[in-house]
Nanobody, 118 residues
């Protein structure tokens, strides 16, 4: 299984950025996909999840209304559109797959850095 995250970078407060994750080696359409993040000195936290149909999503309270997760099962990709970015969004963002769609993310990408400057 390979999960290749991209799209991170440096953005100013209030700006937007879109992360993408290209998946291979798994039955993507059956997998629950998610984005997680880890800031320096903090534990990794869940940001957003999306089920195979795309109609069932989860967002952490800290990103609700600002982030949108989406997926393209035909292209085996999942995206995270991030708007109204805040300094506290600064973290390494990881793409993950729950291949059994049972709430246990068992495959992880390498992470992409987002830095929000004030």
């Amino acid at each position: 299984v390979q999960l290749q995250a991209s799209g991170g970078g440096l953005v100013q407060v209030g700006g937007s950025l879109r992360l993408s994750c290209a998946a291979s080696g798994l039955t993507f359409s059956r997998s629950l996909m998610g984005w997680f993040r880890q800031a320096p000195g903090k534990e990794r936290e869940s940001v957003a999840h999306i089920r195979w149909s795309g109609g069932n999503t989860y967002y952490a309270d800290s990103v609700k209304g600002r982030f949108t997760i989406s997926r393209d099962n035909a292209k085996n990709t999942v995206h995270l559109q991030m708007n109204s970015l805040k300094p506290e969004d600064t973290a390494v963002y990881y793409c993950a797959a729950d291949r059994g769609a049972n709430g246990r993310f068992d495959s992880w990408g390498q992470g992409t850095q987002l830095t929000v400057s004030s």
